[in-house]
Structures are given as structure tokens and as C-alpha cells.
């Protein structure tokens, strides 16, 4: 079993009953979804994506990672939200959150149009200089103004340097089958695409071309991740809590946010889960947060932030719930070294493996969290590798997708999202938001 749910230090937070009384709800949860009855019900193709996907663009998929791999030294991989953070994860996961400083056959992979900064920007283009580069721009909507901003940047600097023609042989689209300005726009230009499905949304779309091109490239093996993937699918099919784990986080959320608990903090213990928590809070927050309701999701790195946010969680306002991603074996070890003058006093260390000291700081830390009146789950993962990483994915999604409709919402949109987009239109002048920009403008002090 690589994945496991370990419930035993809630055991104080909540009752047998609770769990009974919110069965009805999760089965409830369970047949909208099966029945696709629910809201958003036209954004389920995620749920059975592991085993039911374009095998003919998979093959398409890894050819292009091989080509990537071959020419170039640099990808740029242009998205934002869930067009780029399920990659970042995945890659920063299994491979290293150093990846681009790694000795490696792989390309070096740097995210842009994810925000809207000119630093940033311009470090990216001083870090490609004079390296062979190739671009993977991704938007469902190719309407998202910032990888549309940076794909116009990366697409005149690779005509500069290749011409049309050398461009196109390394630029390659994610996006839409048929809609779309990005779609209409590569199929013109003869640029190679890739599917974003339309049942599919940004977030959860990690396992389609948007995660698996980049994450390919990176050199992980994708197969192995949708094998986990889909014996996840098989794994978490019953409606009841006794025999579902996945269910059972959904249910242990929901218990908890209506006792007050309204932040879930997702708690990694390696830096390396840094990127995967980011995937994560975009998953729940989206999903969840709307009609004025949702657990906040919230993230930590141990011992980093025990360090930093350890004292609120052991200590502060009483709202949190924590949610620890307990890796046993990292297939990494490092043995701490004896001293005979044993200057630090540390020599009770000596000889032991790094990784089984992290295991006990681990447990240590639940236990004192609990005893300050933390709830603490514990999802524990039997190694780090492509196969527990892909069932990790599919577990918080379909989790996400239940607890979103026990909690009485349309976990698939995100309306929200629209917001600052419309007002960043009108104010930037955009054509058609006119009247928008008026009465914004008379809001504004400048
Ligand atoms: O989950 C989502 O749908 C969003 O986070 C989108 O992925 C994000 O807004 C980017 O949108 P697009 O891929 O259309 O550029």
C-alpha cells in the first residue's frame, strides 16, 4: 500500500458519531459525482482520466519531450495557476527543487507568466542568453494576459534567433482542442499542440499534456505516474468511510471546519513538498472557496516553519487543523557523523541516518501540536517515487471534489478568478471595457 491515511491522533477531536452523521452526506457526495448530477458536472474528466486518455497524444507526448531533450538546454514553460503549478510540483517532487542547478542529461526548466514582473522576467531572459531554447506555452483559454505577455516575449526572442521556421520546431501549445486566440493562432502559425480536454479544469489538469509535457521533459517517468494515478481511481471507488481513505479526509475536513477549524495546513516535512503545497492550496482554494464559505488552505515546510509559523500553530487563535505529508522513505539517507570531543554535545546523534531523525522529529511535532489542540491527520507515503506521487494526486483530487460538495459547492469553477482580470482589463484599456474603466478610475486615488 503506498498511500495510507492515519486518523489515530484525531481521535480526541472527533466522535465515533460525527463520522456516522456525516456518512449520508458522502454518499450523497459520491453519487452526484458518479451520476455526474452535480455542479460543475461538466468538468468530471478528470475522474476517470488515468486510464481513459488520448494514448495517441501520450505517444506524441514523450516524443516531444525526446525532441525537447535533445535540442535545447533551456525549456521555458509559460502558464500560470493550474497551467504551470501541477508541473513545478511534480518536477520539484521527484526530481529536486534545485532541479535547474542538478548535474543532469535534462534540460534546465524555468516558469514564466506566472506574475507580472519585469525583474523577473528580465532575470529569465539574462539566465537564457546564449543557451539553445525551447518554449512550452500553455493556457486553456489563451486569453490569460500573463503567459500571453510573456509567449509574445519568448516567441519574438526564438523568431530572432531561429527564424520563423527554426521557432516553430521548438515551440509547442497546450491548450484547447478548438477554442481559443492561442489555438487559432498555432495552427497558422504550424506550431505542434497539445489537448488541455474540455471537461477538464486548470487545476485539475496535471495529469493531461498541461503537467505531463514539462514533467517529462524534466526526465520523470509519466507512465509510472498515471499508473499510481489509476490505481488510486480503482482504490477509492466505495461510499463508505470505513472503506475509502479518500472519502474519509473529505469527511474528517468537513467534521472539522464545522467545529470552528476554517485553516487546513498542509505540512511537509522536505523541501521538496514546498512547490507539490503550493498545487495543493490552489486545488482547495479554488475549488472550495466561494459563496462565502471554504476551509482557508494553508502550508507549511518543517522545520523550516516550525521555526517561523510553529508557535502560532502551537500556540495561537485555535482555527487550524494540520494535514501531514508523512514520506517514510525518501530512498535518501545521510548518517550523522560522530565527533570524539564531542563539542556540541550532539554525539547522541552519531551514526544515526538523517532521515529516521526527521521521522521522530516528525511524530514529536504531531504530538506537541495535538497537545495544543491541533488536529493532525497524517497521509503516509511508503517512498518518493512517480507511482505513490501520481496516487498522492489523485487522492486529493477526488477528495477535493467530495469535500467541495459536502461543503455545498461547485467545487469545478472559479468565478472569483474573473474579478481582478475584468478590472485589470479596463483599467490597462483593454477594448470593450470602457464604461468598466470610468467608474473604477473615479474609485481610484492616484
Ligand atoms: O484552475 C484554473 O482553472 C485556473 O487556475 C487556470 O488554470 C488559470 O487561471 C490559467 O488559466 P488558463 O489556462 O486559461 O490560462
Not at 507512465?223 to 481511481?233: D, F, Q, S
Not at 468511510?241 to 474519509?248: F, V
Request: hydrophobic share 40%; net charge negative; proline share 4%.
Amino acid at each position: 500500500m503506498s498511500i495510507q491515511l492515519n486518523t489515530h491522533y484525531l481521535e480526541s477531536f472527533i466522535k465515533s458519531h460525527e463520522y456516522e452523521q456525516i456518512a449520508p452526506q458522502i454518499r450523497y457526495a459520491d453519487q452526484i459525482l458518479r451520476e455526474k448530477s452535480g455542479p460543475g458536472n461538466q468538468f468530471l474528466g478528470w475522474v476517470d482520466l488515468p486510464k481513459n486518455y488520448d494514448k495517441e497524444e501520450f505517444a506524441r507526448i514523450e516524443n516531444a519531450a525526446e525532441k525537447i531533450k535533445k535540442t535545447c538546454q533551456v525549456l521555458v514553460v509559460i502558464g500560470i495557476g493550474g497551467s504551470y503549478l501541477g508541473a513545478r510540483a511534480v518536477i520539484e517532487f521527484l526530481r529536486s527543487p534545485n532541479y535547474n542547478l542538478l548535474k543532469k542529461d535534462t534540460p534546465n526548466i524555468y516558469f514564466a507568466g506566472n506574475s507580472i514582473s519585469a525583474d523577473s522576467l528580465n532575470d529569465l531572459l539574462a539566465l537564457c542568453e546564449g543557451k539553445d531554447i525551447c518554449v512550452n506555452v500553455i493556457s486553456k483559454s489563451g486569453t490569460t494576459t500573463e503567459p500571453a505577455v510573456a509567449f509574445r516575449v519568448f516567441r519574438n526572442l526564438l523568431e530572432k534567433k531561429y527564424g520563423k521556421e527554426g521557432a516553430r520546431e521548438r515551440i509547442f501549445v497546450t491548450t484547447d482542442r478548438a477554442r481559443g486566440t492561442l489555438k487559432q493562432f498555432s495552427t497558422e502559425a504550424g506550431y505542434e499542440t497539445f489537448v488541455v480536454p474540455d471537461d477538464v479544469g486548470g487545476r485539475f489538469s496535471v495529469l493531461t499534456a498541461v503537467g505531463l509535457l514539462p514533467i517529462a521533459v524534466a526526465g520523470i517517468d509519466i507512465k509510472k505516474l498515471m499508473e499510481g494515478a489509476a490505481a488510486a481511481m480503482e482504490k477509492y471507488t466505495s461510499p463508505e468511510l470505513d472503506k475509502n481513505d479518500c472519502y474519509l479526509y473529505a469527511a474528517i475536513r468537513n467534521i472539522l471546519f464545522r467545529k470552528g477549524k476554517n485553516i487546513e495546513i498542509l505540512a511537509g516535512y522536505e523541501p521538496f513538498a514546498l512547490l507539490f503545497n503550493e498545487w495543493w492550496k490552489q486545488l482547495y482554494g479554488e475549488s472550495e472557496g466561494k459563496d462565502g464559505k471554504g476551509i482557508y488552505p494553508a502550508s507549511v515546510i518543517f522545520s523550516t516553519d516550525l521555526h517561523s509559523l510553529g508557535q502560532y500553530i502551537q500556540d495561537g487563535n485555535r482555527i487550524l487543523f494540520e494535514t501531514v505529508l508523512n514520506i517514510q522513505d525518501t530512498k535518501k539517507s545521510f548518517e550523522i557523523p560522530n565527533d570524539p570531543a564531542n563539542i556540541d554535545g550532539l554525539n547522541f546523534l552519531s551514526g544515526k541516518d538523517l532521515d529516521d531523525v526527521k521521522r521522530t522529529a516528525t511524530l514529536a511535532t504531531v504530538l506537541a501540536h495535538v497537545d495544543g489542540g491541533v488536529p493532525n491527520i497524517l497521509i503516509d507515503l511508503d517512498e518518493r517515487n512517480e507511482y505513490t506521487l501520481g496516487e498522492l494526486i489523485y487522492f486529493f483530487e477526488l477528495a477535493c471534489a467530495i469535500s467541495g460538495y459536502v461543503l455545498g459547492v461547485n467545487p469545478f469553477d472559479q468565478p472569483g478568478v474573473e474579478s481582478y482580470k475584468k478590472n485589470m482589463f479596463a483599467l490597462l484599456g483593454k477594448p470593450g471595457y470602457e464604461e468598466m474603466r470610468e467608474e473604477l478610475n473615479k474609485r481610484l486615488t492616484f
